[in-house]
C-alpha cells in the first residue's frame, strides 16, 4: 500500500469588531466556523465532549475529488495574569469573579484525537490527516478582540487498493496541489466568511 505524507502551515492575526466574550464564545463553535472552511463539507460531532470528526473534500488539477478525514479533540484554557500578592493561590479556591477580573485571553486548540482512543473509521474515505492549531484571543479595548490563528496539518496517505493503478507520481502531485490549494485558500477564506457575522474584521 502506499503511504505518503504531507505537511501545510498557515497564521494569521486578525481584529475582531466584536467584545471578548462573545469573540470567543463565536468562535468555540467548531462545527460554526469549519462551516465556512471551503473543503469541509461535513463535520459530525463524536461521543466524546468536543471531539469532531471534519469530512474535507479537494480536487487535484484534472478536477478529480480526493477525501480526507480528520479526528478533532477540542480544548479551551483560560489565560489569568494574577496581581503579585495572589500569585500562589490555588486556582481551584479562586472565585469565578476573580477569574473574570483577572482573565488576560482565553486559548482554543485543536489537537488530534489520541491514537488509543480513536472512533471507529467510515468504511470509505481515503486519506487520514491529523491537525494542530491555536487560536489566543485577547482582548484590545471595548468592542475590539484580537485573534493570533496558528495551524499546521499533517496528512497522512494511505491509499486503498482501488486506488493503487493510479501512478505514484500523479497521487504526490495531488497531494502536494491539495495541500497549497487548502493552506493558502481555506483560512483566508475562514475568516472573510465570519466576518459576516460581525461588525468588521480587520486583518493585520
Keep these: 500500500m ?3 505524507t504531507a505537511t501545510g502551515k498557515s497564521k494569521g492575526q486578525w481584529v475582531f469588531y466584536k467584545d471578548f466574550d462573545k469573540t470567543v464564545d463565536y468562535l468555540s463553535d467548531q462545527p460554526r466556523i469549519l462551516a465556512f472552511n471551503p473543503f469541509c463539507h461535513k463535520i459530525e460531532a463524536l461521543d466524546r465532549d468536543e471531539a469532531y470528526r471534519w469530512h474535507f473534500r479537494v480536487t487535484d ?14 480544548e479551551s484554557e483560560i489565560l489569568i495574569d494574577l496581581p503579585e500578592e495572589a500569585a500562589s493561590m490555588n486556582p481551584e479556591e479562586m472565585s469565578d469573579e476573580m477569574i473574570r477580573q483577572f482573565t488576560v485571553g482565553r486559548k482554543i486548540i485543536w489537537r488530534p484525537l489520541a491514537e488509543n482512543k480513536s ?13 494542530a492549531a491555536e487560536m489566543l484571543i485577547t482582548p484590545m479595548q471595548p468592542e475590539r ?15 486503498y ?44
Design 2 to 4: 502506499l503511504e505518503m
Design 61 to 74: 488539477p484534472q478536477n478529480n475529488p480526493f477525501d480526507v478525514i480528520f479526528n478533532i479533540q477540542q
Design 119 to 131: 472512533f471507529t473509521m467510515p468504511e470509505k474515505y481515503l486519506f487520514e490527516g491529523k491537525v
Design 145 to 159: 478582540t484580537r485573534v493570533d490563528f496558528d495551524l499546521k496539518v499533517n496528512v497522512k496517505f494511505l491509499l
Design 161 to 204: 487498493p482501488a486506488f493503487r493503478i493510479v501512478p505514484e507520481k500523479v497521487v504526490r502531485t495531488m497531494v502536494s496541489t491539495g495541500m497549497t490549494v487548502i493552506m493558502q485558500t481555506a483560512t483566508n477564506h475562514m475568516f472573510q466568511k465570519i466576518s459576516k457575522d460581525f461588525c468588521k474584521i480587520r486583518k493585520l
